[in-house]
């Protein structure tokens, strides 16, 4: 590793319990896209198991959540949590590369994602889907899953359908530009070094 560069792990845990959902997240920003998933709806864990893969994020996460209710509180405190985790295994942010943007086709579909490690949450969605649920999992509750990662683990992000007609294609494009992008902006720059990427000497605020 280059001289200057951190040697210390870059790692989250949260283990979030509340009176509707029991979570617990581990990552490893600097793992192999290994991943553990299980959060009760087949469609989620999909999502979840293609960012880590592609952002090359390792990701456990174990929910149980009140799925007799219905399936926000568990979507919501799964990217919660997932956000926080985020955020812990950040740190002061030193070194990185703090932005990242992906161009994501899938079959007859292309998604653009663009996200800046800012500390300022904002998510801007322009998506949309034509039929309700993918798999089990009610696809009005994927833009608040993106709202709410930005939310808690203090992201500026963009996604956007460009094109797609395919649910599913829509879906795993955006999670995969997701992935891609966070790859991007996670990742060290060593010409950094120790160097907070930002001219106030600290992001967020």
């Known amino acids: 590793m280059a001289s200057g560069t951190r040697t210390l792990a870059r790692t989250g845990k949260i283990e979030r319990i509340t009176a509707e959902t029991s979570i617990f997240i581990t990552i490893d920003l600097d793992g192999t896209g290994k991943y553990d998933v299980s ?28 799925l007799h209710v219905d399936q926000h509180h568990t979507t919501e405190d799964s990217a919660i949590a997932l956000g ?14 703090r932005y990242g943007s992906a161009y994501s086709p899938m079959d007859e579909t292309l998604s653009r994602v663009a996200l800046d490690i800012s500390g300022r949450p904002y998510c801007v969605w322009n998506a949309k889907f034509s039929q309700e649920k993918l798999g089990e999992w009610d696809t009005e509750l994927i833009q608040h899953w993106f709202e709410s990662v930005s939310q808690s683990a203090g992201l500026t992000l963009h996604l956007e359908l460009l094109y797609g007609t395919n649910n599913h294609h829509i879906c795993e494009s955006l999670f995969k530009g ?28």
């Open 39 to 66: 959060t009760g709806i087949g469609f989620l864990d999909h999502m979840v198991e293609q960012f880590a893969k592609h952002s090359l994020i390792d990701v456990t996460m174990k929910v149980e959540g009140d």
């Open 178 to 205: 997701f992935a891609r992008a966070m790859r991007n902006a996670v990742d060290r720059d060593p010409r950094k070094g120790e160097a907070i990427p930002s001219t106030k000497g600290q992001l967020g605020g």
């Open 84 to 97: 926080q985790a985020l955020s812990e295994a950040l740190g002061d942010k030193a070194g990185i590369g």
